[in-house]
Every structure is written in structure tokens, then in C-alpha cells.
């Protein structure tokens, strides 16, 4: 099962063509404009008018012109193969939907990427991490893009070792820079790579799952390692969420994501988003490892052991400080909200 239909776990809203009285469908993300050697996966949505909507469960894919986009995997995965204008079809058993595809522009070359499981160790000084900046994930309308983008051209001016977690189910990576130190296949950003750093900073998404399971896993192997002291820095807006987290009614996927900067906006003050933003995240980081349940193999102890004397600090720049939880002071987990 995919990570994007594992972690939707609420009511789905789509919309499509067809009979009223049949499940209409919908294509995300809504992306038709490829350059040769893009890759894309294509999720498919469907609803009743007396159902929830739900993502589809027996569909079929079918390509006009092979040699303008052929599909490589069955569950949705194109390769832009030339230029031209050919057309989609994606069936289910009761509707049917067609969109047009073009492709056009200079070949995007793929980013050469490792399995996360070949990694034994990173070393770096100043370390960032950007992780599901994919389109056909569940940011499809990039709203994280912009200010990655800007955190990756600063970190790499400033000399930053920078790590991509790349998706083979989802390949379509959104940067406009595809050049990292590292490129690393992770479908839920889980690892058990030995990280060496002085400070890492967090970008991508999602905030409250897959962004938080990375955190868990790098902390775990900092700790078992030896570390007294990590510093993690989260840029809020080159962060994106689900729009769950309130207030006011959730909007899941396919709504677009949102930064987290807006969830700490929609507070009305500091101390209301570390209680309903911050203390959440860690909560879950320290008392739910591995988040959701995955891996299903996480390394050992659990989390809360490794930092049961440990303090932890939170920061909203220079402004706002809580501690979190107060233990050995020669000990202690900064966690440094920036943008917010």
C-alpha cells in the first residue's frame, strides 16, 4: 500500500465527470505539462453522490501515443518519453475519465539516488534535510516549493551538506534544484543512517508524520551514538501539513497542504501554538516511535527511553523559549522554530 493511501486517514473530497448516478473521478496532481524523461504519479479519486469520497479502488490506465507518455507502472506511473500531445484515459469499473497530455521543453534528467538502507553514516557541520517535495505526493500544488526553494539556495551558499528523501513511488520532485549532496530513496523517511552533525534543519513535509518520523529516526541514531546535545531547526515555511490540525473544520487531501507557518498564525499567540502546534509534534515524536506504526522493524529502545533525562527546549527565534521537559541540563534537545 502506498504511503499517501496509508496516511490518509480521513474522508477524501474529489470531483470528476460522469452520470450522476456513478462514482465521478478525478486525476491529481494536475500536472499535464511534462518535459521529456519526467516522471509522475497519478492518483486517482472518486465519489458518489451518496458516499465519501475515497481514492480508487480497481482502475485501469490507458496511453493514446506511447512514444509521447508511456506508463511504466500500472498503479499510475508515466514517463515523458517526446514532444507531442497525446491523451490519458483512466477507467474504472462504472466511469471513465480522459485528460490530455502534453510534453514539451528541455529533458529533465533523473536525480541518481541510493536506497536509504546502503547509507551508513552522514558528516556534516550544518546538515538539511528535504523530504516529500513531490508534486504527485500530497503537496500537489507545491505550497512548500517556494520556500524551499530559498532555504536550499542560502544553505548551499553557506556551505550546508543538503539530502533529498526521493520517493520511487512518487518520483516527481518539485525543487528547482536537483543537485544535493546526497539523494536518498526513503518512501516514509525512515532510515537507521548515523547522522553527524551540529545542527540539522528539517524542510518538506508532512509536518505531524512523515517529516516527524525522519526526526525520530535521526534523533534515535544521534543518541545511541553518543550525542549530548542536538540542535534541530524547523523553517516553518519550507514546512507543509495536512489541513487538519484546526481551528475549524479539517480540509484532508486532496485540499491543499498548508505551511506551518499558517497553523502557527492561526493561533493567537505564542503560547497557544506551542500548546496546540509544538507540544503535539513532540508528543508524538517521543512517545509514538515509530509514528504510525512504520517501520515495522524501528531500531531499538524506543524513543522515550534514549531521552527520558534528557531536556528538551523549544524556541520560537529569539523571542518565545518553554521547556518542554526539564532533565540533565549536559543533555539537551534545542528545538528551534524559525518563520513563525
Not at 162 to 189: K, L, M, N
Not at 291 to 296: D, I, L
Request: proline share 8%; hydrophobic share 40%.
Amino acid at each position: 500500500m502506498s504511503y499517501l493511501r496509508h496516511f490518509v486517514t480521513m474522508g477524501l473530497l474529489a470531483a470528476g465527470c460522469g452520470p450522476p448516478d456513478t462514482p465521478e473521478l478525478e486525476i491529481f496532481p494536475k500536472h499535464f505539462l511534462l518535459r521529456p524523461g519526467e516522471l509522475i504519479h497519478y492518483t486517482v479519486l472518486e465519489r458518489s453522490e451518496d458516499s465519501q469520497p475515497r481514492f480508487a479502488d480497481s482502475y485501469e490506465f490507458d496511453i493514446e501515443d506511447p512514444e509521447i507518455v508511456r506508463l511504466i507502472e500500472p498503479t499510475g506511473v508515466f514517463e515523458a518519453v517526446g514532444p507531442g500531445r497525446t491523451e490519458l484515459v483512466v477507467r474504472t469499473p462504472t466511469s471513465e475519465r480522459r485528460v490530455s497530455v502534453e510534453v514539451a521543453g528541455h529533458a529533465q534528467l533523473p536525480m541518481k539516488a541510493v536506497h536509504h538502507s546502503t547509507l551508513r553514516e552522514i558528516v556534516a557541520k550544518e546538515l538539511l534535510f528535504v523530504g516529500h517535495a513531490n508534486l504527485d505526493g500530497f503537496d500537489h500544488t507545491a505550497v512548500a516549493k517556494p520556500g524551499i526553494d530559498r532555504l536550499v539556495q542560502e544553505v548551499k551558499k553557506n556551505g550546508w551538506t543538503v539530502v533529498y528523501w526521493v520517493s520511487s513511488e512518487y518520483p516527481h520532485w518539485y525543487t528547482a534544484d536537483r543537485h544535493p549532496d546526497y539523494a536518498i530513496i526513503s518512501e516514509g523517511q525512515e532510515h537507521e543512517i548515523r547522522v553527524d552533525a551540529q545542527r540539522v534543519v528539517f524542510a518538506g513535509g508532512g509536518f505531524m508524520f512523515c517529516l516527524l518520523r525522519n526526526t525520530q529516526m535521526t534523533i534515535h541514531g544521534m543518541v545511541k551514538h553518543g550525542a549530548r546535545r542536538v540542535d534541530f531547526v524547523f523553517p516553518a515555511q519550507a514546512i507543509w501539513e495536512t489541513d487538519v490540525w484546526g481551528p475549524g473544520d479539517a480540509r484532508p487531501y486532496p485540499a491543499p497542504m498548508v505551511l506551518l507557518s499558517t497553523l502557527f498564525a492561526r493561533r493567537t499567540d505564542d503560547a497557544r501554538a506551542y500548546d496546540e502546534v509544538v507540544v503535539p509534534f513532540l508528543d508524538r515524536m517521543i512517545m509514538e516511535f515509530p509514528v504510525a506504526g512504520y517501520p515495522p522493524d524501528p531500531p531499538v529502545p524506543l524513543l522515550s527511553d534514549l531521552l527520558k533525562d534528557w531536556s528538551v527546549v523549544v524556541r520560537f527565534g529569539d523571542r518565545f523559549e518553554r521547556v518542554y521537559q526539564r532533565g540533565d541540563s549536559n543533555k539537551t534537545l534545542l528545538v528551534e522554530f524559525q518563520g513563525v
